[in-house]
């Protein structure tokens, strides 16, 4: 496997399920993402995890749960949904280049997306 | 704020047409741009990035861009379109990145559907 991997690629749940997207990267990147792609509006970045560690929860409601276990590996648990959450979710990766000043430029790596449509 | 627009929601060109997709951002800082193309059902492909220098840059698939910070614009072109790449199209930009906080963070515009004519 290369590149970003996401399962599943079509998700159907009730509001009352719990399921979850699962996200692997095969670069050895040091950052994932999730990104929600509804249709009409720009992508929305949801969480950043750098080292693993989450940097950025982007005012996200709680039924969305992320999960980081180690670098490669990305999870978003999902429970009690409303429709309004059906859209496309993408995962993505970077390497993050630690400079002198702690900076770099942020080249994302997307994976397929999973789709999710809640009844 | 930082932003970006794509003015064009659907653009339609006849193969073999030339393509130009546009994109103008607002940003703070030293922009990182970016294009990117997402395929029915799939992910989103980096088609070309700028950083610096040389503010004409060359993508895959004979996509080009050109950075024109007066106008803070950074338009995608490419000469002779292909109906394979019927397809979207996103820009975005972003800054230096520092660790454990959101600056680089890519911000996308909307999206350009892209149809091309047989």
């Known amino acids: 496997e290369t590149g970003v991997t996401q399962t599943p690629r079509h998700l159907v749940m009730g509001m009352t399920n719990k399921k979850s997207l699962k996200c692997e990267q095969h670069?050895?990147?040091?950052?994932m993402y999730w990104y929600k792609q509804s249709a009409k509006k720009p992508l929305e970045l949801m969480f950043v995890?750098?080292?693993?560690?989450?940097?950025e929860n982007n005012s996200v409601p709680s039924r969305f749960s992320p999960e980081c276990p180690n670098s490669s590996h990305l999870f978003l648990h999902l429970h009690t949904l409303q429709p309004e959450d059906s859209a496309l979710y993408l995962c993505?990766?970077?390497?993050?280049?630690?400079?002198?000043?702690?900076?770099?430029?942020?080249?994302?790596?997307f994976g397929a997306g999973s789709r999710l449509t809640v009844l | 704020a930082q932003s970006v627009t794509q003015p064009d929601i659907h653009i339609t060109v006849s193969e073999g047409a030339s393509l130009e997709l546009r994109c103008n951002y607002s940003?703070?800082?030293?922009?990182?741009l970016f294009w990117y193309v997402q395929s029915p059902g799939q992910g989103l492909q980096l088609l070309l990035k700028?950083?610096?220098?040389?503010?004409l840059v060359q993508g895959i698939k004979g996509f080009e861009a050109e950075f024109k910070r007066s106008q803070s614009s950074f338009n995608l072109r490419k000469p002779s379109v292909h109906w394979s790449d019927a397809a979207e199209y996103f820009c975005?930009?972003?800054?230096?990145?520092?660790?454990?906080?959101?600056?680089?963070?890519?911000?996308f515009g909307k999206g350009t559907k892209l149809s091309v004519k047989p």
């Open positions: 993505a990766s970077s390497q993050v280049r630690l400079g002198s000043n702690r900076s770099g430029a942020n080249v994302l790596t």
């Open positions: 670069l050895g990147h040091n950052a």
């Open positions: 995890y750098n080292f693993k560690e989450q940097t």
């Open positions: 940003y703070g800082a030293t922009p990182y």
């Open positions: 700028y950083f610096s220098g040389d503010t």
């Open positions: 975005a930009v972003g800054g230096l990145r520092n660790y454990g906080g959101s600056q680089g963070n890519l911000i």
